[in-house]
């Protein structure tokens, strides 16, 4: 919440922009404050966090699409062409067993259903996978949602708007199930023994703070950006959390992508609907809007053209998301792309520009240029209230002073991201707050890192005993 009203609250302070009235992309704030190094970085940062949202969820996606042509097919097949370790066409279809008991099958049934291996092309546990396929599930997503991409922004509002109310009900579905699965099937242990992939999975999940500035954009005047965050953010964390326990309690395997385990064969009717619902209504509807923002971003920071952009944004992610389809590789995607990619770029960046926005000295080199590094008599324009910017030289923790004009803090924007009281300690919360982020994402990345080496050294033969 503080990383994403922040940013906002920067860019509303950019000159003329004071009530958002230039299209300012995410990576034209770098651009203002740390200039054309600052931009770069945020270029390729911003590039790498899209592309991991877009092709993690094409790829959950096309997983659960595969089981829903399962759910319609009259032979309840699904199919995929393998390209390695050779050329070959695959046919896949749940256990006979399990197809036959379905339309009765018991809550203890389903339990026990559960616990085989019933998602399309997933071999049994213990059999290493090193197939590379295209299923006939990804292509069928791709048709469907490419067309999509291609719109403008202000033209994918009412899809997401679908969207939005397709989340709301179909959550209360998955609960529901939850509940009528039974809430006492598995216990949830207060420590786990792996937490190499926890980190970067909670920092994928809340990586919407890089789009922030493209709905800046596109609201209207009078929506209110910190509630609308702030609103957006308690909620979706509850939601969470009453998914996470109730669907770990009612679910002994639920690893990987949890949307499999809802699809199957081994779910109700109207839970596997609803997982086809929510996968293509929430997860599916959300590419276009990620592939639209990407092209936007690549254009206003002039890294390419309308064309180029277009395939980088669009077609790029479908050509190679494919091969994260089969075995561990998604998690690893998700894992690796949050504690490399989507957390600095969401959550360190964006408050970091907010100290040099609030006049802060060395948070990036003065000689990388930006109108706010070493321009100190710039005329800034804030809803119309113009003032000069004489000091721009504060320290990263210091508390402002409560009617000293000369202080950024003191300046109101439209945002507001602090309440009146704490306003005046806006810089040290954002240091706060981007100091034990920052911790947290290396502390992630060098368990995940760890526990990747550890893990390659032991399939290669080697003991990991002193790891």
């Known amino acids: ?45 911003f590039i790498m966090n899209m592309m991991a949202q877009i092709c993690s969820s ?35 279809k749940p256990p006979k067993e399990m197809l036959d008991r379905a339309p009765t099958m018991s809550m203890a049934e389903a339990t026990n259903c559960h616990r085989t291996n019933v998602v399309p092309f997933r071999l049994e546990d213990g059999v290493s996978e090193n197939r590379v396929i295209i299923s006939f599930g990804y292509i ?37 199930q939850f509940y009528m699965q039974g809430l006492d099937t598995h216990s949830i242990p207060a420590f786990g023994t792996n937490y190499s992939h926890v980190m970067g999975s909670i920092v994928f999940n809340y990586a919407f703070i890089a789009v922030i500035p493209s709905w800046v954009n596109e609201k209207r005047p009078d929506v209110s950006v910190r509630n609308t965050v702030w609103v957006s953010t308690i909620a979706s964390t509850v939601l969470y959390a009453l998914i996470g326990i109730m669907g770990a309690v009612a679910y002994e395997r639920a690893e990987g992508n949890f949307l499999n385990k809802l699809s199957n064969v081994c779910s109700p009717t109207v839970t596997r ?46 050509l190679i998301s494919w091969v994260f389809y089969t075995g561990g590789l998604f998690g690893e995607l998700i894992a690796w792309s949050g504690d490399v990619a989507i957390g600095p770029i969401n959550f360190v960046l964006p408050l970091l520009i907010t100290l040099t926005a609030l006049g802060v000295r060395g948070v990036v080199p003065d000689s ?27 320290l990263s923790m210091q508390v402002a002073k409560e009617g000293d004009d000369t202080d ?41 890192s760890h526990h990747f080496v550890a893990a390659a050294l032991q399939n290669a033969g080697f003991g990991t005993k002193q790891w």
């Open 1 to 45: 919440g503080f990383a994403a009203t922040f940013l906002v609250d920067t860019m509303a302070r950019i000159p003329e922009n004071g009530r958002f009235q230039r299209r300012i992309e995410f990576v034209n704030i770098f651009e203002e404050y740390w200039g054309m190094k600052g931009m770069y970085i945020a270029q390729v940062g």
């Open 58 to 92: 094409i790829v959950s996606n096309a997983q659960v699409m595969d089981s829903f042509i399962v759910f319609l097919s009259p032979y309840s097949s699904t199919y995929a062409l393998q390209l390695w370790p050779s050329l070959d066409f695959l046919t896949w």
């Open 140 to 176: 069928l997503l791709g048709v469907l949602l490419i067309p999509m991409s291609l719109m403008n922004l202000d033209e994918n509002i009412f899809i997401q708007k679908i969207s939005f109310y397709m989340m709301v009900f179909l959550s209360l579905e998955f609960l529901f």
């Open 273 to 318: 609907v609803s997982a086809f619902l929510f996968a293509f209504g929430m997860i599916g509807l959300g590419i276009p809007f990620a592939a639209i923002v990407t092209r936007y971003n690549m254009l206003v920071g002039r890294m390419c053209g309308p064309s180029a952009s277009s395939f980088w944004a669009i077609y790029f992610p479908w």
């Open 368 to 394: 990388w240029g930006g109108w706010a590094m070493g321009r100190q008599s710039a005329l800034l324009e804030f809803g119309g209230a113009s003032v000069r910017d004489e000091r721009m030289n504060a």
């Open 408 to 448: 950024p803090v003191n300046r109101e924007t439209v945002v507001e991201p602090l309440p009146a009281t704490l306003k005046i300690y806006h810089r040290p919360i954002a240091t706060v707050t981007a100091c034990i982020l920052g911790v947290m994402m290396i502390i992630s990345l060098a368990s995940h």
